[in-house]
């Protein structure tokens, strides 16, 4: 998502603390997210930009088995959350976490790889933290994006996230696909990373396509 506007696609709804403005989401108020509409299976990869501008902006992106996710810091069951503690940069995990002093005002890009028993949050500026944690092995993982800013708003400017098939990797930043025809699935907006793809477009979230 480029976020130069509300994707009612991709994300279930915007935020009572959520705006749009010059391609950047602009997320106002403590407590503030929007969840994926669908889940996602084999969830791979969460990538970002986002724009730190304050001590205390807190952006955050969470993986959670739940549907009806209210953020809270510290570490919760069905929950993984990769965030800015004011200049601290954090995971907290099921049940531990992991920091380090992450404090420069820049704009970051972020990558979040999941797998069955690790997660790992990477910028392009601090050093990349590890966690141990099984989450990722949970099938239909919502994916949610926001912040706890309390005196301003946290900028986001853009989010990928990919999933993984047993036939290869889709995302949601791809545009066309061509799949074999033994099976059907739900593919959001994106295009496959497959051998054999062609231009057909999968533009509207929950899609049927084709693949092996």
Excluded at 82 to 94: A, E, L, P, R, S
Excluded at 161 to 179: H, K
Excluded at 181 to 204: A, H, K, Q, R
Aim: with cysteine; charged share 20%; glycine share 8%.
């Amino acid at each position: 998502d480029d976020f130069s506007s509300f994707d009612g696609s991709i994300w279930e709804s915007q935020c009572s603390g959520c705006s749009y403005s010059d391609g950047y989401l602009y997320v106002a108020g403590t407590d503030m997210d929007m969840r994926t509409a669908l889940t996602m299976d084999e969830l791979t990869n969460i990538g970002g930009g986002l724009v730190k501008d304050d001590a205390c902006s807190d952006h955050f992106v969470v993986i959670s088995t739940l549907d009806d996710f209210t953020w809270s810091w510290g570490s919760t069951t069905d929950s993984v959350k990769f965030v800015w503690n004011c200049d601290w940069k954090y995971i907290y995990g099921q049940s531990n976490s992991v920091s380090e002093s992450c404090s420069t005002y820049t704009e970051y890009v972020i990558s979040i790889d999941i797998s069955a028993d690790t997660v790992t949050f990477e910028d392009d500026y601090c050093g990349t933290l590890t966690l141990s944690d099984t989450l990722g092995a949970s099938d239909g993982l919502y994916v949610y994006v926001g912040a706890d800013h309390d005196s301003g708003s946290a900028k986001w400017d853009w989010l990928s996230i990919s999933s993984e098939s047993s036939c290869g990797s889709y995302s949601y930043s791809s545009s066309y696909s061509d799949f074999d025809s033994s099976l059907s699935y739900s593919f959001i907006t994106g295009s496959c990373s497959f051998s054999e793809c062609s231009d057909d477009v999968i533009n509207s979230f929950g899609d049927q396509d084709e693949f092996c």
